[in-house]
Structures are given as structure tokens and as C-alpha cells.
């Protein structure tokens, strides 16, 4: 692990990151020792520090220090965290922060498979996810919604936790975006009043702009997911999962177009 550019495991006790959640993280799948999307990864960061007032990490800087974290053909995770760093006592912000970088690998030789064909189950969670357009698609360090959401299930045949908001609609899975295959196109929550927007959520869209599947941001309900003709998750480490029921209603996998199953294989490795 290395904290900024140091080899350590520790973390100030007073990091605001540990106190309040105060920063942004990053999850990227790594095959053959590299880091994959490092761009649109590089980019939602730098989007997340300007909508928390965050001072930016240098790209260049993290790249280093990554390739120094990451084995030679390692396969696995990367994690990038960066937070506001320590301050004096209370929620006020520093004036003129220091942040904390935080990078280290996990090997996960998983993360090189390519997603199930089958399927996976998921459930509803009841947990709600808060509605706060100040946060909404940030991947920011308060992640207690997700935490309490995933555990209501220890059950290993429910792949994943689709979690509505306060007001009832669909908006992701505890660890992945959402999209209905409907005979217009694809269907995906809007993320403006929470949520995290996702970088293969937004690849998928753009992948299917080019494949010429009309993508949809919209509310979304229970009822249809329910009737959709297909239902997948996405995120960086998974690309893409079909999805074979949702609270043990049968859904057709078969309904996902298999050119944007093979499109967002070869995105989720791509450098
Ligand atoms: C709550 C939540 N939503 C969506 C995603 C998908 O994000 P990405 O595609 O950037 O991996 C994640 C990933 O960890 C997540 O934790």
C-alpha cells in the first residue's frame, strides 16, 4: 500500500477520510499488470474533487504511483482513494487542504473471467438510498447505505442487491448500475438524485450509441424491472452480468444483444 507515495499501512487517526468520508475512491479492474479505463477512471475522479471542492490529484503523480503498486502481470484491483487529509477538530474544511492518496492492489485472478452466461440472481434490498443531488454520482468515501444494504443478504445464490430510493424508483445494485433491455432499446435510472455514475455504465451507453441501441435515462419502478424483456449490471470489475431473476422472477438473458456482451468485454480490459 502506498500513502502518499510512501510504502505504509497506516492512516492518520484524524484523516478526514476516516472521520466523515470526506473524499472520493476509485475502483479499477487490472489485467496483465494494467490498470484498465485509467482515463474515464482519471476523469470521474477529477469531476468528483471539483464537486466536493477537493484539490485534484496529479494524474502523472497517481499513474507512478500505481505501476508501483501493481505486480508485473498482476491481475486483480486497483483502489485509488484520495481524501480531504487531516484538519483541525469539526466538519468545517481546511482552508488549504492536504489531501491523503491512498493506492494499493488486491490480486483477484477472477477479475480476468469473463462474465457468467447464465446469469446471476439478484434481489431487493430495503435499504433506501437517500436523495441528494449534491452527491448524486459522485464515488465518494460514504458508502454506509451500500454497507447496511449488502447486509441483508448472506445467502451466496443472490449475486447482488438492487437498491430503490426514498421515493420508490430503481436506481442501481449495491455495487453496480442497472439497464433493461425493452423492445425500444436500453433503459438505465437517472443518477441526478442519487447513485453513482458508473464508468461502464457510461461505456455501455456508449457502446450502444455505436452498435445503434438507443439508450434511455429514465425512472425506473419495480414493475419494470418486472417487464422488462431483459435486465443486466454492470460495473468496472464485472463488466457486464446478465441477470437470470430478480426476487425469483424468471428474466430471459438471452434478451441482451450478445454484440454489446462482447463489446463491453473487450472494453472492460481495455488500457
Ligand atoms: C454503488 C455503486 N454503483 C455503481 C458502481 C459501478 O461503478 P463503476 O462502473 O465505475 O465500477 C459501483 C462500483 O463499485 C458502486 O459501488
Request: charged content about 25%.
Amino acid at each position: 500500500m502506498l500513502i502518499n507515495g510512501q510504502a505504509s499501512e497506516r492512516v492518520a487517526g484524524d484523516d478526514r477520510g476516516l472521520l466523515y468520508g470526506d473524499g472520493l475512491f476509485e475502483t479499477l479492474a487490472v489485467v496483465h499488470g494494467r490498470p484498465c479505463l485509467w482515463v474515464q477512471h482519471m476523469r470521474r475522479m477529477e469531476s468528483g474533487c471539483r464537486r466536493l471542492g477537493l484539490p485534484r490529484p496529479d494524474p502523472e503523480q497517481l499513474r507512478e504511483e500505481s505501476h508501483r503498486v501493481i505486480p508485473r502481470q498482476g491481475v486483480g484491483v486497483l483502489k485509488i482513494l484520495v481524501t480531504r487529509g487531516c484538519g483541525p477538530r469539526g466538519y468545517r474544511p481546511p482552508g488549504d487542504p492536504l489531501p491523503t492518496r491512498i493506492l494499493y492492489f488486491s490480486s483477484c485472478p477472477e477479475a480476468a473471467e469473463s462474465a457468467s452466461s447464465a446469469g446471476v440472481a439478484v434481489r431487493y434490498c430495503n435499504l433506501r438510498l437517500g436523495r441528494n443531488p449534491a452527491l448524486a454520482g459522485i464515488k465518494h468515501l460514504n458508502r454506509l447505505e451500500q454497507v447496511l444494504a449488502r447486509a441483508e443478504w448472506a445467502d451466496p445464490a443472490i449475486a447482488e442487491g438492487l437498491m430503490l430510493d426514498t421515493q420508490g424508483l430503481v436506481v442501481e445494485g449495491t455495487m453496480s448500475n442497472l439497464f433493461l433491455v425493452r423492445n425500444e432499446g436500453l433503459a438505465t435510472p437517472r443518477l441526478d438524485h442519487c447513485g453513482v455514475a458508473g464508468i461502464m455504465r457510461s461505456r455501455v451507453m456508449a457502446l450502444a450509441g455505436t452498435l445503434g441501441i438507443p439508450v434511455e435515462e429514465t425512472d425506473l419502478r419495480p414493475r419494470d424491472v418486472a417487464a422488462a424483456n431483459g435486465v443486466f449490471l454492470c460495473n468496472s470489475l464485472i463488466g457486464l452480468w446478465p441477470v437470470r431473476s430478480v426476487a425469483g422472477l424468471e428474466q430471459d438473458v438471452r434478451a441482451i444483444p450478445d454484440a454489446l456482451k462482447r463489446a463491453v468485454e473487450q472494453e472492460r480490459r481495455a488500457p
